[in-house]
């Protein structure tokens, strides 16, 4: 076996080891909302409620049964919901909305809770003990749709009245262009991604420093085009699949505009290795990243 291909097999090897690590490469964008429910001690059941133009109908409310599973977190939902409107018109979301994915799990004595895609931006918290009694936070309007919120209920109860507008809220932002916490990820992704894809370069013998200069380049004008365009869908988008589209139209520019660069104007070895190791690198890269973001780390969440 030469050389080339030992280092191949290493680069594979770290790529592999690269999956235990807590950072993304190319990868997809993260769950939409995050929702960490802290000071609560008795057993509860959780929902989203969102806003009900008028009365809930007796059609509506026969039809809302069959959707009662549908994406649910847990096998038993409160069945006394199906008819239920707050103060303010604000009815079940798991019933009469939409939440494409919805799960949970502990973290010390507190929950937390994930959903994805079709997450309403104007929605409220609600909590329901064994006896049906109600915890109701404040509106809560998401001003981009990838929220990492926190609700603190450590001074409030359930009692035999709902009790409305609850606790205090943790994490909500204005407008993603002011989080640091996505440049400190577009920083990391990018490190990230040219350091996998320089070392598959290197494995190839690729040794010119204008090769790298030219690659380092392209990588930065990509990954930072990439996050500014996912903000701008996070931010002003009316539907989380408008960003699943933005990055999946975006990675494939990224694919396909790297090949065509680094090709023309890398000089070094001919066209067609070029062309080969652009793909290679983009796939590892690609597939290493998604493989994060799809829950294969532990620490991502």
Known sequence: MNKKYRMILVLIFMGLLGISLPVQANSGPPSNLSLTITGVTEEYSLDIFIYQEGLLTQDQIDQAEAFMYRYYYQNTYPEFLKSFQDKDNYVSNTLYGSVDYFEYWDVGSDKKYVMFLNIPRTFKIVLINESDELIISKVIEMKSYDFDIVLDL?????????????????????????????????????VVTILIEGLIFFAFGFRKKSTYIVFTIINVISQVGLTLGTMYSFYRGDSAYGTIFVFIFGEFLIFTGEMFLLTLLVREKKWYVRTLVVFLANIVSLVLGLAISLGLLSLIY
Do not use: H, K, Q
């Open 154 to 190: 450590s001074d409030v109860s359930f009692t035999d009245e709902i009790t409305y507008d609850a606790g205090s809220i943790l994490g909500l932002g204005e407008n993603p262009f002011y989080e640091s916490s996505y440049y400190v990820d577009m920083f990391i992704r990018l």
